[in-house]
C-alpha cells in the first residue's frame, strides 16, 4: 500500500513538474491575469485577422483581444451553446444566417447596438428589434467553373440552377455533402429558396439524374474533383462545376505566381446563398464593456477593410473599400437567394435528411 | 494506480459522463425513451453494422499484411531498417484530409491502379479499407515487432531440435508468446477503424458512414445531444463488447519470458526465403505505404511550371499573398512540437504507473480498469470536447480556455498506446529480480528503475513513440478544443486546405511533408535515445 | 542448543505463513547468533524459502516477529532491512554485466564511485573471477552465475547473508568444492549465514549449526555431528537417508524388535519405542551367526560399498561393509547389530 502512494506522490510530482514546466516554456495562460484589460473574441476555425489591425484596436480602446479559435462554424457555435451562462469568452463571432436561430432561441446574446450599424444595410440587419447580433460581413455560397474547360469544349458555362440541369452540362458538378459541410448546406438553401419548400427535391432528382457528384466536404470537392483548382489539375480531375465561394476565383489569382492576369475559375453568379455573418456580445460576458468595444470594432473601417483579404468575406459595411484584387476579379452574385433564419432553424434536420435520402442512395 | 484513475476519471469519465447525460436528462429526469427511438431507426442500424465489419475487415487486413513486416523488423538486420521503421509510422500523424488526397492520387482517377489495370478504388470500400491498413501498419509492426525481437530465438530452436517443423515451432513456441502483443495491436487496430472519421468521409463518400461521423454531426452540427447521446451508449456498447471478447482471448495472462536484448536477435537474412520475405514485405511497405507519401511529397515540388521549392519558399513568409497564417508555418511545428512533448510526458507518467500497477495487482477490478483504459480509443473527440467544455468549468480546473487542454486530450488517446506496449514487457520481467534489487538495498522506485526500465527500455520508447506521433498527427480534438490561436501542423495544413489558390494547395502538400519528417526525424531520435548504453559504466 | 551470544544477530519469534490453508512457516522460533552459520535443511515444500523471503521482508508475516539485531523488522520494507540473499537460480541482472551487478547494491547504498570500482574488484578477486567486470553475464557458466552472484549479495556487506540453495543447480564435483569454499570464506569474513539447501552434504559441509524443517515446523535443530548422530525423530532420520528403521520394545539394554534382539545405549528410556540402527552399526556375518538375510543389491559408494539386505521378516535394511568384504547379490548373510550405532526416535 505504501508503495503505492509513494508512486502517486512521485507521480503527482512529476506531473505538476509537467505542467510548471510547460508553463513556463508554454505560449498563453489560460488565467485572465490582466483582469479586465483582455477581451475574449470565441470564434471559428476560419476566423482571421491582421495582426496590425488587433494592435491598432489595443491602441485606441486600452484592450488586449484574445483569440480562442473552436471547430468549424457549427461546431464553435454549439460549444458556445452549451457553456451558456458562463462563457469562454465575451464576444462570439462567426454564426451566420444558417444558425442564427439556434443562437437566438438559445438565448446566448445579450442586446448591443453597436456604433455604425446605420451603415450596414437593413437587409442584413436580421435583429434589427433587438440587437442581440450584429452583421459583420456576408459571403456567396456560388457554383465556380473552369473557364479553360468551357473555353476548350466552347461551351458557354451554365448561370443559374436552372442551367445546371441542362443536358450540355451532364456529369460536370460536385456538390459537398449538405449534411457535414457548410457550402454543400448553402447550395441545398439556395435551391429550397429558389424551388421553395415542395419544388426543391424534384430540382435535385433532376441534377441527380444529370450526373451530380456528391463528395464530402469542400475540400475533396474543391481541392481533388474539380478541375479548376491546383490540386484538381495534380489529381486529374474532371469536374468544372463546383460548389464553392464567390471569393474563390479572386483566391486563385491571389495565391498563384506568379500572378494571373485573370482569375482561372468563374462564378456562376446566378446560383449563390448568402451567407451573413454576426457577432454578438455573450451572456455572462466578464468583460462587457470591452465585449461592446470590440463589436464596434468589428464594423469599423479598419477590421471592415482587413476582412476580403483575411477570411474572403465581403464587408457588411456599405461603401467599405474593397482591396484591388478582391474588387476586380470577384464576381458580384445577382439577387443572391436567402432563406428565413427561423425557417431554417425549423426544417434544416428535416430538409437535410431529405436531401440525403434522396441524393446519396 | 491513483493517479492514471484521477486522470482518467477528471479528463475521461466525468466529461464523457456529463455529456451524456445532459443529453439524456431533461428537466432533472433520464429520457431513456430516446434510446428506443433512436435504435429504432433502420438507419442507424446499418451505420452500426457497417462500422463494425469494416473495422473488423480492416483490422484483418492489417494484422495480414503488417504480421510479416512485424517478423522481418524484429529478426533481420538489413541497411535503413530503423530509418524504414520510422517511415511506417509517418502515416500515423498524417491529417486525413491529407492521406486521403494520396490515396486518391494512387487508387483513384488518373492514379497508378488506374493507370496500370484502369483500376479505380476511389469510392469502393477498399478504398477505405486500404488506408485503414496505410494508418495502422505502424502499430502492429512496432507493438508486435517490439516484443517479438526480444523473445529468444533458442526457444524456437529449442523446439525444432524436439522435431517441430518451422512453422510448427513458430506455432508453438512464439505465437503464444506474442499472442498478447498480437491480441493488442489487433485491439488497438479495431478501436482505431471503429472510431475512422476523415478517412470513412473522404475516400468512402457521403454513401458510407460511421457511428462516429454520426455523434460528430449529432453533436457538433445539430447539437441533438440526446440522439448523439444515444450513439455514444452504443458505441461504448460496442466497445465494450470488442474489450471484454479481446479480455476473454488473452486471459492468459502474459507469462514471463525469456527477454534478450533486441541487437542479439536479429541477422542478415540467410536463403531465398528469407530474402524473399524481406522483399515481399519492403514490396508491402513501398506500395502501401511509400508510394501515397511520395505523391504528397511529389506535388509539394511540383509548381504549374515545373518543379521547384516554390511552395516551401512560400511558406517562410508568413503573410505570402494576403497570408494565410498568424503565426509563420516554422511557429506551427514548434507549436506542434511542444504540444506533442508535453502530451507524450503525460501519456508516459499516466501510462507507466498504470502499466505498473497492473503488473503488480492483478484482481479483477484491476483488470477492469485495465479495459477502461483502452476507453478513450473508442469515444469520440467530440464527444469528450463537448465534455470538457461542460465538466472542467469550475476552479481549480477551469481549463477550458487553458493550452494544456490539448495536450491532456491528445495523451487521453496515447496513455492507452503506453500501457498496451508495456504492460506484456512489465508482465514478462521476472518478479524475482525486483527483489533482488531490493534486497540488494533498492527501493520500489528505485527497483523499478533499475531492473523494469532497462528492460522495458525499448517498449518504452515504442510507446513514447506512439503518444508523440499521435500527438502530433492529432486533428479532432485538437480543433474541438477552444485555445489561443497557436496552430498545430495538423491544423495549419487543414486550414491551407480549405482555401483556393495554388500557393494554398501546394503550401498545404509542403507542410504536409514537413510534418513527416518531423515525425520521421524524431522518431529515429527517439530511438537513437539509449541512455547509459547497458549500464555498466555505470558504477 | 547453541548459547553463544546475548543479543541474536536474528531472532524469530513465533513467525507463521499461510497460504490459504497450508502454513508454510508455522510458529517457527529460530535465532541466529553473530558469526554464525546456520544451514536450514528440508524437502522442498518445508517451508525453507519461505523462511528466507519472510527474514528479508518479502514475504510478510501472518504472526510472529522477525527481530534483526533485537530490532522489530515489523514494517522494515524489503531494502531497509540490511539483509543480503542469494537466489536459488541466482537472478543476476541480465543488462548488466558482471562489474554491475556487483556493484548494484553499493550503489543502492550511495557508495562513491571509486569505492564501488575497488569493492567491486575485490570481490570479484574474492570469489575467484578477478578482471571479470565486464563480462555479460549471459556469458557466465553456472559457477561464475554463483561467484557473482554471491559477490553481487557480499558487496554491501549485509548483517546477515541468506543463501537459497547456493549450490543447487552445480554439479557434484564443483559443489563439493565450492562448499569447502564458502565455508572459509564465510569464516574468514566472519560472514553470519543463514542458508537453506535439501542436500544434507551440503548443510553438514557449509554449516555451523544444522536446523531440520518438516512442513513449517523446526524437527531438530543442532550441531552437523549432534544431527547426524541423534537424529531427534523418524522424519529427521529418513530424510538424512537412514532407513533402518524399525518398531522396539526397550527392555534394559536391549530392544526386542522384528530383526531379533537389539542392544542399545546404556540408559536408553524404557519401552515402546522406534529404533534406528546406522548402516555402519550393521554387520555381516555367516548366516548362522546372526539375522539370517538375502542381500538384495550392493551400491559403491567410494570407500565403502552400502549393501542392501532383506531379513526373514520386518523392514530391509542397509548395512555398510568395506569393498573386499562385500557379499555378492543373493548371497545369504547373517547381520549383528554395534550399540553405539543405534538411535532411539521420538515420537
Same mark, same amino acid.
Given at each position: 500500500?505504501?508503495?503505492?502512494?509513494?508512486?502517486?506522490?512521485?507521480?503527482?510530482?512529476?506531473?505538476?513538474?509537467?505542467?510548471?514546466?510547460?508553463?513556463?516554456?508554454?505560449?498563453?495562460?489560460?488565467?485572465?491575469?490582466?483582469?479586465?484589460?483582455?477581451?475574449?473574441?470565441?470564434?471559428?476555425?476560419?476566423?482571421?485577422?491582421?495582426?496590425?489591425?488587433?494592435?491598432?484596436?489595443?491602441?485606441?480602446?486600452?484592450?488586449?483581444?484574445?483569440?480562442?479559435?473552436?471547430?468549424?462554424?457549427?461546431?464553435?457555435?454549439?460549444?458556445?451553446?452549451?457553456?451558456?451562462?458562463?462563457?469562454?469568452?465575451?464576444?462570439?463571432?462567426?454564426?451566420?444566417?444558417?444558425?442564427?436561430?439556434?443562437?437566438?432561441?438559445?438565448?446566448?446574446?445579450?442586446?448591443?447596438?453597436?456604433?455604425?450599424?446605420?451603415?450596414?444595410?437593413?437587409?442584413?440587419?436580421?435583429?434589427?428589434?433587438?440587437?442581440?447580433?450584429?452583421?459583420?460581413?456576408?459571403?456567396?455560397?456560388?457554383?465556380?467553373?473552369?473557364?479553360?474547360?468551357?473555353?476548350?469544349?466552347?461551351?458557354?458555362?451554365?448561370?443559374?440552377?436552372?442551367?445546371?440541369?441542362?443536358?450540355?452540362?451532364?456529369?460536370?458538378?460536385?456538390?459537398?455533402?449538405?449534411?457535414?459541410?457548410?457550402?454543400?448546406?448553402?447550395?441545398?438553401?439556395?435551391?429550397?429558396?429558389?424551388?421553395?419548400?415542395?419544388?426543391?427535391?424534384?430540382?435535385?432528382?433532376?441534377?441527380?439524374?444529370?450526373?451530380?457528384?456528391?463528395?464530402?466536404?469542400?475540400?475533396?470537392?474543391?481541392?481533388?474533383?474539380?478541375?479548376?483548382?491546383?490540386?484538381?489539375?495534380?489529381?486529374?480531375?474532371?469536374?468544372?462545376?463546383?460548389?464553392?465561394?464567390?471569393?474563390?476565383?479572386?483566391?486563385?489569382?491571389?495565391?498563384?505566381?506568379?500572378?494571373?492576369?485573370?482569375?482561372?475559375?468563374?462564378?456562376?453568379?446566378?446560383?449563390?446563398?448568402?451567407?451573413?455573418?454576426?457577432?454578438?456580445?455573450?451572456?455572462?460576458?466578464?468583460?462587457?464593456?470591452?465585449?461592446?468595444?470590440?463589436?464596434?470594432?468589428?464594423?469599423?473601417?479598419?477590421?471592415?477593410?482587413?476582412?476580403?483579404?483575411?477570411?474572403?468575406?465581403?464587408?457588411?459595411?456599405?461603401?467599405?473599400?474593397?482591396?484591388?484584387?478582391?474588387?476586380?476579379?470577384?464576381?458580384?452574385?445577382?439577387?443572391?437567394?436567402?432563406?428565413?433564419?427561423?425557417?431554417?432553424?425549423?426544417?434544416?434536420?428535416?430538409?437535410?435528411?431529405?436531401?440525403?435520402?434522396?441524393?446519396?442512395? | 494506480?491513483?493517479?492514471?484513475?484521477?486522470?482518467?476519471?477528471?479528463?475521461?469519465?466525468?466529461?464523457?459522463?456529463?455529456?451524456?447525460?445532459?443529453?439524456?436528462?431533461?428537466?432533472?429526469?433520464?429520457?431513456?425513451?430516446?434510446?428506443?427511438?433512436?435504435?429504432?431507426?433502420?438507419?442507424?442500424?446499418?451505420?452500426?453494422?457497417?462500422?463494425?465489419?469494416?473495422?473488423?475487415?480492416?483490422?484483418?487486413?492489417?494484422?495480414?499484411?503488417?504480421?510479416?513486416?512485424?517478423?522481418?523488423?524484429?529478426?533481420?538486420?538489413?541497411?535503413?531498417?530503423?530509418?524504414?521503421?520510422?517511415?511506417?509510422?509517418?502515416?500515423?500523424?498524417?491529417?486525413?484530409?491529407?492521406?486521403?488526397?494520396?490515396?486518391?492520387?494512387?487508387?483513384?482517377?488518373?492514379?497508378?491502379?488506374?493507370?496500370?489495370?484502369?483500376?479505380?478504388?476511389?469510392?469502393?470500400?477498399?478504398?477505405?479499407?486500404?488506408?485503414?491498413?496505410?494508418?495502422?501498419?505502424?502499430?502492429?509492426?512496432?507493438?508486435?515487432?517490439?516484443?517479438?525481437?526480444?523473445?529468444?530465438?533458442?526457444?524456437?530452436?529449442?523446439?525444432?531440435?524436439?522435431?517441430?517443423?518451422?512453422?510448427?515451432?513458430?506455432?508453438?513456441?512464439?505465437?503464444?508468446?506474442?499472442?498478447?502483443?498480437?491480441?493488442?495491436?489487433?485491439?488497438?487496430?479495431?478501436?482505431?477503424?471503429?472510431?475512422?472519421?476523415?478517412?470513412?468521409?473522404?475516400?468512402?463518400?457521403?454513401?458510407?458512414?460511421?457511428?462516429?461521423?454520426?455523434?460528430?454531426?449529432?453533436?457538433?452540427?445539430?447539437?441533438?445531444?440526446?440522439?448523439?447521446?444515444?450513439?455514444?451508449?452504443?458505441?461504448?456498447?460496442?466497445?465494450?463488447?470488442?474489450?471484454?471478447?479481446?479480455?476473454?482471448?488473452?486471459?492468459?495472462?502474459?507469462?514471463?519470458?525469456?527477454?534478450?536484448?533486441?541487437?542479439?536477435?536479429?541477422?542478415?537474412?540467410?536463403?531465398?526465403?528469407?530474402?524473399?520475405?524481406?522483399?515481399?514485405?519492403?514490396?508491402?511497405?513501398?506500395?502501401?505505404?511509400?508510394?501515397?507519401?511520395?505523391?504528397?511529397?511529389?506535388?509539394?515540388?511540383?509548381?504549374?511550371?515545373?518543379?521547384?521549392?516554390?511552395?516551401?519558399?512560400?511558406?517562410?513568409?508568413?503573410?505570402?499573398?494576403?497570408?494565410?497564417?498568424?503565426?509563420?508555418?516554422?511557429?506551427?511545428?514548434?507549436?506542434?512540437?511542444?504540444?506533442?512533448?508535453?502530451?507524450?510526458?503525460?501519456?508516459?507518467?499516466?501510462?507507466?504507473? %498504470?502499466? /505498473?500497477? +497492473?503488473?503488480? $495487482? &492483478? *484482481?479483477? =477490478?484491476?483488470? !477492469?480498469?485495465?479495459?477502461? @483504459?483502452?476507453?478513450? #480509443?473508442?469515444?469520440?473527440?467530440?464527444?469528450?470536447?463537448?465534455?470538457?467544455?461542460?465538466?472542467?468549468?469550475?476552479?481549480?480546473?477551469?481549463?477550458?480556455?487553458?493550452?494544456?487542454?490539448?495536450?491532456?486530450?491528445?495523451?487521453?488517446?496515447?496513455?492507452?498506446?503506453?500501457?498496451?506496449?508495456?504492460?506484456?514487457?512489465?508482465?514478462?520481467?521476472?518478479?524475482?529480480?525486483?527483489?533482488?534489487?531490493?534486497?540488494?538495498?533498492?527501493?520500489?522506485?528505485?527497483?523499478?528503475?533499475?531492473?523494469?526500465?532497462?528492460?522495458?527500455?525499448?517498449?518504452?520508447?515504442?510507446?513514447?513513440?506512439?503518444?508523440?506521433?499521435?500527438?502530433?498527427?492529432?486533428?479532432?480534438?485538437?480543433?474541438?478544443?477552444?485555445?489561443?490561436?497557436?496552430?498545430?501542423?495538423?491544423? %495549419?495544413? /487543414?486550414? +491551407?486546405?480549405? $482555401? &483556393? *489558390?495554388? =500557393?494554398?494547395? !501546394?503550401?498545404?502538400?509542403? @507542410?504536409?511533408?514537413? #510534418?513527416?519528417?518531423?515525425?520521421?526525424?524524431?522518431?529515429?531520435?527517439?530511438?537513437?535515445?539509449?541512455?547509459?548504453?547497458?549500464?555498466?559504466?555505470?558504477? | 542448543?547453541?548459547?553463544?551470544?546475548?543479543?541474536?544477530?536474528?531472532?524469530?519469534?513465533?513467525?507463521?505463513?499461510?497460504?490459504?490453508?497450508?502454513?508454510?512457516?508455522?510458529?517457527?522460533?529460530?535465532?541466529?547468533?553473530?558469526?554464525?552459520?546456520?544451514?536450514?535443511?528440508?524437502?522442498?515444500?518445508?517451508?525453507?524459502?519461505?523462511?528466507?523471503?519472510?527474514?528479508?521482508?518479502?514475504?510478510?508475516?501472518?504472526?510472529?516477529?522477525?527481530?534483526?539485531?533485537?530490532?522489530?523488522?515489523?514494517?522494515?520494507?524489503?531494502?531497509?532491512?540490511?539483509?543480503?540473499?542469494?537466489?536459488?537460480?541466482?537472478?543476476?541482472?541480465?543488462?548488466?554485466?558482471?562489474?554491475?551487478?556487483?556493484?548494484?547494491?553499493?550503489?543502492?547504498?550511495?557508495?562513491?564511485?571509486?569505492?564501488?570500482?575497488?569493492?567491486?574488484?575485490?570481490?570479484?578477486?574474492?570469489?575467484?573471477?578477478?578482471?571479470?567486470?565486464?563480462?555479460?553475464?549471459?556469458?557466465?557458466?553456472?559457477?561464475?552465475?554463483?561467484?557473482?552472484?554471491?559477490?553481487?549479495?557480499?558487496?554491501?556487506?549485509?548483517?546477515?547473508?541468506?543463501?537459497?540453495?547456493?549450490?543447487?543447480?552445480?554439479?557434484?564435483?564443483?559443489?563439493?568444492?565450492?562448499?569447502?569454499?564458502?565455508?572459509?570464506?564465510?569464516?574468514?569474513?566472519?560472514?553470519?549465514?543463514?542458508?537453506?539447501?535439501?542436500?544434507?552434504?551440503?548443510?553438514?559441509?557449509?554449516?555451523?549449526?544444522?536446523?531440520?524443517?518438516?512442513?513449517?515446523?523446526?524437527?531438530?535443530?543442532?550441531?552437523?555431528?549432534?544431527?547426524?548422530?541423534?537424529?531427534?525423530?523418524?522424519?529427521?532420520?529418513?530424510?538424512?537417508?537412514?532407513?533402518?528403521?524399525?518398531?522396539?520394545?526397550?527392555?534394559?539394554?536391549?530392544?526386542?524388535?522384528?530383526?531379533?534382539?537389539?542392544?542399545?545405549?546404556?540408559?536408553?528410556?524404557?519401552?515402546?519405542?522406534?529404533?534406528?540402527?546406522?548402516?555402519?552399526?550393521?554387520?555381516?556375518?555367516?548366516?548362522?551367526?546372526?539375522?539370517?538375510?538375502?542381500?538384495?543389491?550392493?551400491?559403491?559408494?567410494?570407500?565403502?560399498?552400502?549393501?542392501?539386505?532383506?531379513?526373514?521378516?520386518?523392514?530391509?535394511?542397509?548395512?555398510?561393509?568395506?569393498?573386499?568384504?562385500?557379499?555378492?547379490?543373493?548371497?545369504?548373510?547373517?547381520?549383528?547389530?554395534?550399540?553405539?550405532?543405534?538411535?532411539?526416535?521420538?515420537?
Amino acid at each position: 500500500m505504501s508503495t503505492i502512494k509513494r508512486y502517486a506522490a512521485t507521480a503527482l510530482a512529476a506531473a505538476v513538474g509537467v505542467s510548471a514546466l510547460a508553463a513556463c516554456g508554454g505560449t498563453d495562460s489560460g488565467a485572465p491575469s490582466k483582469g479586465d484589460k483582455t477581451v475574449t473574441l470565441v470564434s471559428h476555425d476560419s476566423f482571421d485577422v491582421s495582426p496590425a489591425v488587433l494592435k491598432a484596436f489595443t491602441q485606441e480602446t486600452g484592450y488586449t483581444v484574445k483569440v480562442l479559435k473552436s471547430g468549424d462554424a457549427g461546431a464553435a457555435l454549439n460549444q458556445e451553446i452549451l457553456t451558456k451562462g458562463s462563457p469562454r469568452g465575451d464576444v462570439f463571432f462567426g454564426v451566420d444566417n444558417t444558425l442564427l436561430s439556434r443562437a437566438l432561441d438559445n438565448g446566448l446574446f445579450q442586446s448591443y447596438e453597436a456604433k455604425g450599424l446605420d451603415a450596414i444595410p437593413a437587409d442584413l440587419q436580421l435583429d434589427k428589434g433587438e440587437h442581440r447580433v450584429t452583421p459583420v460581413d456576408t459571403g456567396d455560397i456560388c457554383v465556380n467553373y473552369d473557364k479553360k474547360f468551357f473555353a476548350d469544349k466552347k461551351l458557354a458555362p451554365p448561370k443559374t440552377l436552372d442551367d445546371l440541369v441542362k443536358p450540355a452540362y451532364k456529369d460536370l458538378l460536385v456538390v459537398e455533402d449538405a449534411a457535414n459541410s457548410s457550402p454543400g448546406l448553402g447550395f441545398l438553401l439556395a435551391t429550397a429558396g429558389q424551388y421553395g419548400d415542395d419544388g426543391w427535391q424534384g430540382y435535385w432528382q433532376k441534377l441527380k439524374n444529370n450526373g451530380v457528384k456528391v463528395v464530402d466536404g469542400w475540400e475533396r470537392a474543391y481541392n481533388e474533383e474539380f478541375s479548376g483548382s491546383a490540386g484538381g489539375k495534380k489529381a486529374k480531375a474532371d469536374r468544372p462545376l463546383v460548389v464553392s465561394y464567390a471569393s474563390s476565383p479572386p483566391v486563385e489569382v491571389l495565391y498563384a505566381e506568379p500572378r494571373p492576369t485573370e482569375a482561372p475559375t468563374g462564378v456562376a453568379t446566378g446560383t449563390c446563398f448568402r451567407q451573413i455573418e454576426f457577432a454578438g456580445l455573450l451572456d455572462g460576458a466578464k468583460n462587457a464593456a470591452g465585449g461592446k468595444a470590440l463589436l464596434d470594432f468589428l464594423i469599423g473601417k479598419q477590421f471592415q477593410e482587413d476582412l476580403p483579404l483575411k477570411m474572403f468575406v465581403n464587408p457588411a459595411v456599405k461603401d467599405t473599400k474593397l482591396p484591388e484584387v478582391y474588387a476586380k476579379f470577384g464576381e458580384k452574385a445577382e439577387k443572391p437567394l436567402t432563406v428565413d433564419p427561423k425557417k431554417i432553424t425549423e426544417n434544416r434536420e428535416q430538409w437535410v435528411k431529405t436531401w440525403s435520402s434522396l441524393v446519396k442512395k | 494506480m491513483a493517479v492514471p484513475l484521477a486522470f482518467f476519471g477528471l479528463f475521461f469519465a466525468y466529461p464523457v459522463i456529463a455529456i451524456v447525460g445532459r443529453g439524456l436528462k431533461s428537466g432533472g429526469t433520464w429520457q431513456f425513451g430516446r434510446i428506443g427511438e433512436v435504435l429504432g431507426d433502420p438507419d442507424i442500424g446499418g451505420v452500426l453494422w457497417f462500422t463494425t465489419w469494416q473495422a473488423a475487415a480492416s483490422t484483418a487486413l492489417t494484422l495480414l499484411l503488417a504480421l510479416p513486416a512485424a517478423y522481418v523488423f524484429a529478426r533481420f538486420d538489413f541497411p535503413g531498417k530503423q530509418l524504414l521503421r520510422a517511415v511506417v509510422t509517418v502515416p500515423f500523424v498524417l491529417p486525413t484530409v491529407v492521406v486521403g488526397s494520396a490515396f486518391l492520387a494512387v487508387l483513384g482517377r488518373g492514379g497508378l491502379l488506374a493507370e496500370l489495370w484502369g483500376l479505380r478504388l476511389d469510392t469502393s470500400v477498399w478504398a477505405i479499407l486500404l488506408a485503414h491498413v496505410f494508418f495502422n501498419y505502424a502499430v502492429v509492426v512496432r507493438t508486435v515487432g517490439g516484443l517479438w525481437s526480444q523473445l529468444d530465438p533458442r526457444q524456437e530452436e529449442a523446439a525444432r531440435v524436439l522435431g517441430a517443423g518451422r512453422f510448427a515451432a513458430w506455432r508453438k513456441v512464439t505465437l503464444p508468446a506474442l499472442a498478447p502483443a498480437v491480441a493488442a495491436a489487433a485491439l488497438m487496430v479495431f478501436l482505431f477503424t471503429f472510431t475512422s472519421f476523415g478517412v470513412v468521409q473522404i475516400l468512402g463518400g457521403p454513401s458510407f458512414s460511421t457511428l462516429e461521423v454520426e455523434i460528430y454531426r449529432q453533436t457538433a452540427q445539430f447539437l441533438d445531444l440526446p440522439t448523439a447521446a444515444v450513439l455514444t451508449l452504443v458505441q461504448f456498447a460496442a466497445v465494450g463488447t470488442i474489450l471484454a471478447v479481446h479480455a476473454w482471448t488473452v486471459r492468459r495472462r502474459e507469462s514471463a519470458l525469456r527477454l534478450v536484448d533486441p541487437a542479439r536477435t536479429a541477422r542478415r537474412p540467410r536463403g531465398a526465403g528469407q530474402w524473399a520475405l524481406l522483399g515481399g514485405v519492403l514490396v508491402t511497405v513501398l506500395v502501401l505505404i511509400l508510394l501515397p507519401l511520395a505523391v504528397l511529397v511529389e506535388r509539394s515540388f511540383q509548381g504549374p511550371d515545373g518543379y521547384g521549392f516554390r511552395y516551401y519558399r512560400a511558406l517562410q513568409s508568413a503573410d505570402g499573398g494576403g497570408g494565410t497564417f498568424l503565426v509563420p508555418p516554422l511557429e506551427a511545428v514548434w507549436n506542434s512540437l511542444q504540444y506533442a512533448v508535453v502530451a507524450t510526458l503525460i501519456a508516459l507518467v499516466v501510462g507507466g504507473l %498504470a502499466a /505498473a500497477a +497492473l503488473t503488480r $495487482r &492483478a *484482481g479483477r =477490478l484491476v483488470r !477492469g480498469f485495465d479495459a477502461l @483504459l483502452m476507453l478513450p #480509443l473508442g469515444v469520440s473527440a467530440v464527444t469528450v470536447g463537448f465534455g470538457f467544455l461542460i465538466t472542467l468549468n469550475q476552479p481549480p480546473f477551469d481549463l477550458r480556455t487553458s493550452w494544456i487542454l490539448v495536450p491532456l486530450a491528445q495523451a487521453l488517446v496515447g496513455v492507452p498506446f503506453v500501457v498496451r506496449t508495456m504492460l506484456p514487457v512489465l508482465r514478462a520481467v521476472d518478479g524475482r529480480l525486483r527483489e533482488a534489487a531490493a534486497v540488494l538495498g533498492a527501493s520500489p522506485l528505485r527497483a523499478w528503475r533499475e531492473v523494469d526500465l532497462p528492460m522495458v527500455r525499448r517498449a518504452l520508447l515504442v510507446a513514447a513513440g506512439f503518444a508523440f506521433a499521435v500527438s502530433l498527427g492529432e486533428f479532432g480534438a485538437t480543433v474541438f478544443i477552444a485555445r489561443p490561436d497557436n496552430p498545430t501542423l495538423p491544423v %495549419a495544413v /487543414a486550414r +491551407l486546405l480549405g $482555401r &483556393a *489558390g495554388d =500557393l494554398n494547395y !501546394g503550401q498545404a502538400m509542403a @507542410l504536409s511533408t514537413i #510534418l513527416m519528417v518531423v515525425c520521421a526525424v524524431s522518431l529515429l531520435v527517439l530511438e537513437r535515445i539509449r541512455p547509459d548504453r547497458s549500464v555498466s559504466g555505470e558504477f | 542448543m547453541t548459547d553463544t551470544a546475548a543479543k541474536p544477530l536474528l531472532d524469530l519469534q513465533a513467525a507463521t505463513v499461510r497460504f490459504g490453508a497450508r502454513a508454510a512457516l508455522d510458529t517457527v522460533d529460530l535465532s541466529v547468533a553473530a558469526h554464525e552459520i546456520v544451514c536450514v535443511l528440508g524437502p522442498s515444500g518445508s517451508g525453507k524459502s519461505t523462511l528466507l523471503r519472510a527474514v528479508a521482508g518479502l514475504q510478510p508475516l501472518d504472526s510472529g516477529r522477525v527481530l534483526l539485531e533485537g530490532r522489530d523488522q515489523t514494517g522494515v520494507p524489503v531494502h531497509k532491512r540490511g539483509v543480503g540473499l542469494m537466489f536459488q537460480d541466482h537472478q543476476l541482472f541480465p543488462q548488466r554485466d558482471v562489474g554491475g551487478n556487483v556493484a548494484f547494491g553499493l550503489r543502492m547504498h550511495g557508495a562513491g564511485r571509486a569505492e564501488q570500482t575497488e569493492r567491486v574488484a575485490e570481490l570479484l578477486e574474492l570469489v575467484g573471477l578477478p578482471g571479470a567486470q565486464r563480462r555479460a553475464v549471459a556469458t557466465l557458466s553456472g559457477g561464475e552465475q554463483q561467484r557473482v552472484a554471491l559477490a553481487r549479495a557480499l558487496a554491501p556487506r549485509p548483517a546477515l547473508l541468506m543463501l537459497d540453495e547456493p549450490l543447487g543447480q552445480l554439479d557434484r564435483s564443483l559443489r563439493e568444492r565450492l562448499v569447502v569454499e564458502l565455508r572459509q570464506l564465510f569464516e574468514r569474513l566472519g560472514t553470519t549465514v543463514l542458508a537453506v539447501t535439501h542436500d544434507q552434504g551440503e548443510a553438514f559441509a557449509l554449516a555451523d549449526r544444522v536446523v531440520v524443517m518438516r512442513d513449517g515446523r523446526i524437527a531438530q535443530s543442532g550441531t552437523p555431528l549432534e544431527v547426524w548422530q541423534r537424529p531427534a525423530s523418524e522424519f529427521v532420520a529418513r530424510f538424512l537417508g537412514f532407513d533402518n528403521v524399525v518398531e522396539a520394545t526397550v527392555t534394559g539394554e536391549a530392544a526386542d524388535t522384528v530383526w531379533g534382539k537389539i542392544p542399545v545405549p546404556a540408559g536408553a528410556p524404557q519401552g515402546g519405542a522406534r529404533l534406528l540402527v546406522r548402516p555402519a552399526g550393521v554387520r555381516l556375518v555367516p548366516v548362522a551367526d546372526g539375522l539370517p538375510c538375502t542381500v538384495l543389491a550392493r551400491t559403491f559408494r567410494g570407500h565403502h560399498v552400502a549393501v542392501q539386505l532383506r531379513p526373514a521378516d520386518g523392514p530391509l535394511l542397509e548395512a555398510e561393509c568395506p569393498l573386499r568384504d562385500a557379499p555378492d547379490v543373493g548371497a545369504q548373510v547373517g547381520a549383528v547389530f554395534a550399540a553405539d550405532e543405534v538411535v532411539l526416535l521420538e515420537g
